[in-house]
């Protein structure tokens, strides 16, 4: 008697595993079956021993185990066994069956947050975020372009950093803009600093976009826009001119 694998399912459906004699037995043959661990733990299906009969003069049976819904999304495939551990009468093949579980939860959403207004030398912090967490690493990546009707240019922004942990501790952007968020973290702070040029000039702003996450979908705010306040606004006067001789020119500096 054999136990063969079960066909893939998704989580939360019953997984059924073939248990098959070589042949027929002219008395009812009885068979218990044993679940055991595997990538899928206690939390993905119910672990059982279970007693099935193949009827005699039939050579097949099948061994039931329900899956459960375990809701953490982005999990890969998960798997466990069943082997035959008592079948009196007849030879047991030790071969265990494998069964396989399909991730059955819906992908996370990811969005990026408000957008902020800063004073020049200040940092802007933007918040992306996923609607719930994963079982498995999310990657995004993130582009920064000046835009609007004053657009920043290369010298108005600094280092780019981003944080998985709250802002405790924050790690460059890849020159690549892909970020990874590990499992279970559901925000990253991505820190752009600006430059105080010292320069007079009008407001100006900068977009920060994500696209093509792994393991979540986009959700509807995929770009904010930030601004950095019109700074340095040159102040003109007029000193005092120096004292000339009548019939000079008196000339005073602005």
Known sequence: VSVGNAPA?????????????????????????????????????????TTITIPAG???????????????PGEPNE??????TAAPGV????????????DGTPLPLITIGAPQTVAEGTATDNVITL???????????????GNGLNPTVGADLG?????????LTFLP????????????????????????DVIGEPAETFALSISAPTNANLGAATSVTNTISASDTPTVSVGNAPAVTEGTNSVFPV
Not at 61 to 72: E, M
Not at 131 to 138: D, F, K, L
């Open 91 to 102: 030879t047991i093949n030790p071969a265990p069956g494998t069964g396989t579980i399909i």
């Open 58 to 72: 039939q050579t097949t049976g099948s061994f039931t185990v329900p899956t459960l819904v375990d809701a953490i």
């Open 9 to 49: 399912v998704t989580e939360g459906t019953n997984s059924v595993f073939p248990v098959t004699l070589s042949n027929p037995s002219s008395v009812d043959t009885v068979v218990t079956l044993t679940t055991t661990t595997g990538t899928a733990g206690t939390a993905d299906f119910t672990t059982t021993t």
């Open 159 to 167: 280092a780019q950093t981003y944080s998985t942990d709250g802002g």
């Open 131 to 145: 609607s719930t967490a994963t079982g498995v690493p999310v990657t995004v990546t993130l582009a920064t372009a």
């Open 173 to 196: 952007v890849p020159a690549s803009g892909i970020l990874t968020i590990p499992a279970g973290v559901t925000s990253v702070t991505v820190r752009t600093a600006t430059i105080n």
């Open 79 to 84: 798997t466990f066994t069943a082997a035959i």
